[in-house]
C-alpha cells in the first residue's frame, strides 16, 4: 500500500485533510465540523467540506444557508472508497473537512489512509460513547502501522461538556493518557452550549453570529481545537 503525503504547502498555508468521525451517533459531529468550516472560510481559507454520510444533514445546512444569504462553503459527497475522492480535492482548496457517518464504514477506513488530522468526539460523561473508543482507536491503529498512514494524527475531542460534569472529562483524559495506545485526548475541549445548536440551525456557524450568550466562549473554542491541531 502506498504511502500518500497529504500535509503540503500551499500559498504560505498548510494544507490538511481533517477527518470527523465516530462509532456512534448524535456525538455532534457534524454541527463541529460545519462550525470548524465556518471559522476557516472567515480566516480566509479554502474549504471543501465532503459528506461521506448518507443522511442529508449538511445538504439541508446548505440550503438553509443560501436561503438565509451568505455564501457557500462547497460541499461534495462520495460513498464506500473514498480516498481517491479526497485526493482529487486536494488541488481545489486549503482544507478538506471530511464528514463521516456516526458507525464504522468503508467511507470512515478509507478516509484515514490519506487523512492528516482524525477528530472522533466523545461526551465523557456518557458511557456508551466513551466504550466507543476501542473500536475506533483499532482502526486508526490499523490505518497508521497496516495501510500506510503512519503519520495520521488521531484525537478525541471531548465536547457538549456541561459546567457541572468537568471532573467526567478529567478522569477520561486521565484514562487515555495512562496508556499510549489509546487516541489521545485534546487539551482543548468543547462545551454544553445552545449557540453551537442555534447557529447551524440557522444556516451559519458561531463565527457568523452577531450576538448569542456564551458566543466568545464557542468562538474560543472551535479556535483552540484549530490552533492544537494546527490548521490556523
Known sequence: MPVFTTTIQ??????????????????????????????????NKSVIMLKADRNRDLFVWSDIRAQAGFSAIPIHEAYGNISEDIKRLEELCDVIIVDCAGHDSSEFRSALIVADVLLTLVKPSSSL?????????????????????????????????KSHKQQDAVSLENELKSDEIWLQ??????????????????????????????LGVAKAQIELIAQEIGII
Open 10 to 43: 500551499r500559498k504560505y498555508e498548510v494544507f490538511m485533510i481533517l477527518v470527523f468521525a465516530s462509532d456512534k451517533g448524535g456525538v455532534g459531529k457534524t454541527t463541529t465540523a460545519i462550525n470548524m468550516a465556518v471559522m476557516l472560510k472567515k480566516k
Open 129 to 161: 460513547e466513551k466504550n466507543t473508543l476501542t473500536n475506533v482507536t483499532k482502526t486508526v491503529r490499523t490505518a497508521q502501522k497496516q495501510h500506510g498512514n503512519a503519520d495520521l494524527k488521531a484525537h478525541v475531542l471531548m465536547t457538549r461538556i
Open 185 to 214: 485526548p485534546l487539551k482543548n475541549r468543547i462545551s454544553e452550549l445552545d449557540i453551537f445548536e442555534n447557529a447551524v440551525n440557522a444556516g451559519v456557524g458561531v463565527h457568523e453570529v452577531e450576538r448569542a450568550s456564551s
